[in-house]
């Protein structure tokens, strides 16, 4: 499970330019809840491909209701967790046998979205981890395969290689490499994007809304030679038009974080999980995204 850093590669330039031609809603086809009845003010992103490709982009409004899923971000030991992103392996692997022991199996959300879809996603998890921390193939990778189960990683597609510099005052925190994001697609490991620079990207214009979610969704097809379908949300800050500009760019599905009543399949509310929580913790979570559809 290679977790030796590699440095200083880069997605080649032309790679890109064929990704920038192919990289289309084709690509979705067999990914999570495609509705074709899009809306008419669906189509609205700055962009020749936008303009085409946008409008076929699914309905805003997630019909049923959002199968439960977790949000990690890093599992590691570390001195410091000022903004508690951190659960250890010791408790990860232990969050994952309540799971195994309550007959749940972690998936990635695309595999739990296309479940629902089929009416089949019973006793099925979503894990997602987000930032895309270099500590995902060496703590999350060999006990997700251990259990046989799956997950999401969001990467920050111009972070990768690099280090997690949106936390200004946290502790610095290494990125996995372009390599690293590679061996994770290729060991069947979702890559979602988590966005190319980490802004929050409620009120951004336009402009700056394809960046974010177009041109991440580029870099990442190019460095996993297929297609990149989820997006997560930085913080979970989203606002309408920053959701719409995920679907104009060609995703399934992007999720949030919580405290969304009214569901969006661009903000798909998660259920976030941290050291402290134990079995009973766990379950209280699980018992309340029953009643209410979402967790927090
Ligand atoms: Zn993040």
């Given at each position: 499970?290679?977790?030796?850093?590699?440095?200083?590669?880069?997605?080649?330039?032309?790679?890109?330019?064929?990704?920038?031609?192919?990289?289309?809603?084709?690509?979705?086809?067999?990914?999570?809840?495609?509705?074709?009845?899009?809306?008419?003010?669906?189509?609205?992103?700055?962009?020749?491909?936008?303009?085409?490709?946008?409008?076929?982009?699914?309905?805003?409004?997630?019909?049923?209701?959002?199968?439960?899923?977790?949000?990690?971000?890093?599992?590691?030991?570390?001195?410091?967790?000022?903004?508690?992103?951190?659960?250890?392996?010791?408790?990860?692997?232990?969050?994952?046998?309540?799971?195994?022991?309550?007959?749940m199996r972690g998936v990635s959300m695309s595999e739990l979205l296309?479940?629902?879809?089929?009416?089949?996603?019973?006793?099925?998890?979503?894990?997602?981890?987000?930032?895309?921390?270099?500590?995902?193939?060496?703590?999350?990778?060999?006990?997700?395969?251990?259990?046989?189960?799956?997950?999401?990683?969001?990467?920050?597609?111009?972070?990768?290689?690099?280090?997690?510099?949106?936390?200004?005052?946290?502790?610095?925190?290494?990125?996995?490499?372009?390599?690293?994001?590679?061996?994770?697609?290729?060991?069947?490991?979702e890559i979602g994007s988590h966005s190319l620079s980490h802004r929050?990207?409620?009120g951004l214009s336009g402009e700056d809304l394809a960046l974010e979610?177009?041109?991440?969704?580029?870099?990442?097809?190019?460095?996993?030679?297929?297609?990149?379908?989820?997006?997560?949300?930085?913080?979970?800050?989203?606002?309408?038009?920053?959701?719409?500009?995920?679907?104009?760019?060609?995703?399934?599905?992007?999720?949030?974080?919580?405290?969304?009543?009214?569901?969006?399949?661009?903000?798909?509310?998660?259920?976030?999980?941290?050291?402290?929580?134990?079995?009973?913790?766990?379950?209280?979570?699980?018992?309340?995204?029953?009643?209410?559809?979402?967790?927090?």
């Amino acid at each position: 499970m290679g977790a030796e850093p590699l440095q200083g590669e880069r997605s080649a330039p032309s790679e890109l330019v064929r990704l920038k031609q192919q990289a289309a809603p084709a690509a979705l086809d067999g990914a999570a809840g495609r509705d074709e009845t899009a809306s008419p003010d669906e189509a609205a992103v700055p962009d020749e491909a936008a303009a085409q490709e946008g409008a076929q982009a699914p309905d805003r409004v997630f019909t049923g209701r959002p199968p439960w899923t977790l949000m990690y971000h890093s599992v590691d030991t570390v001195p410091e967790d000022p903004y508690l992103v951190t659960v250890t392996p010791e408790r990860f692997v232990r969050q994952m046998e309540w799971l195994r022991r309550r007959r749940m199996r972690g998936v990635s959300m695309s595999e739990l979205l296309l479940a629902q879809e089929r009416g089949s996603a019973s006793g099925l998890v979503g894990l997602t981890f987000d930032d895309g921390y270099a500590d995902f193939p060496r703590e999350v990778l060999p006990v997700l395969l251990r259990y046989g189960f799956n997950a999401t990683a969001y990467i920050v597609a111009g972070r990768m290689g690099g280090h997690n510099a949106w936390d200004v005052d946290g502790p610095r925190r290494p990125l996995v490499t372009i390599a690293q994001v590679r061996q994770l697609a290729s060991a069947g490991v979702e890559i979602g994007s988590h966005s190319l620079s980490h802004r929050r990207m409620a009120g951004l214009s336009g402009e700056d809304l394809a960046l974010e979610t177009r041109r991440s969704k580029e870099l990442l097809e190019a460095v996993v030679d297929g297609p990149v379908t989820g997006f997560c949300f930085p913080y979970g800050a989203s606002d309408e038009a920053a959701e719409r500009a995920v679907g104009a760019a060609g995703y399934a599905y992007g999720v949030g974080i919580c405290h969304q009543h009214t569901a969006s399949r661009w903000a798909l509310p998660r259920c976030y999980v941290g050291e402290r929580d134990g079995g009973l913790r766990l379950r209280a979570k699980q018992i309340r995204h029953t009643l209410r559809g979402w967790t927090c």
